[in-house]
């Protein structure tokens, strides 16, 4: 298995990712600059990819909110409801 970013900053106006690797906890994780992850550039760009759409899907939520729109969207007909059965009272 190869290791996972799980993080990423800015420092000294340079891009930072927070490496994860694989069989150590959480304190053995590093923060390594793109000159350091030359070997990684695929795991890089699909972490870039799946954040730039997690930000997106924010910006969606947020927008609907403001709006005043619920975050899911309900039928806007509702079907007709079902009349229950009636039975004939019995006369005894």
Known sequence: MEPRIV???????????LVKWVGYGHGCNMWRGLD??????????????KQEQLATARAQQRTRRAAGQP?????????????????????G
């Not at 993080?7 to 990712?17: E, N």
């Not at 030359?38 to 972490?47: F, S």
């Not at 975050?71 to 006369?91: D, G, V």
Request: aromatic residues 6%; neutral net charge.
């Open 71 to 91: 975050e899911w969207s309900a039928p806007t007909e509702r079907p007709a409801r079902r009349q229950p059965a009636r039975h004939a009272k019995e006369s």
């Open 36 to 49: 350091d992850l030359q070997g990684c550039k695929e795991l890089v760009a699909d972490y870039d990819e």
């Open 7 to 17: 993080g990423k900053r800015v420092h000294d106006s340079k891009p930072q990712y």
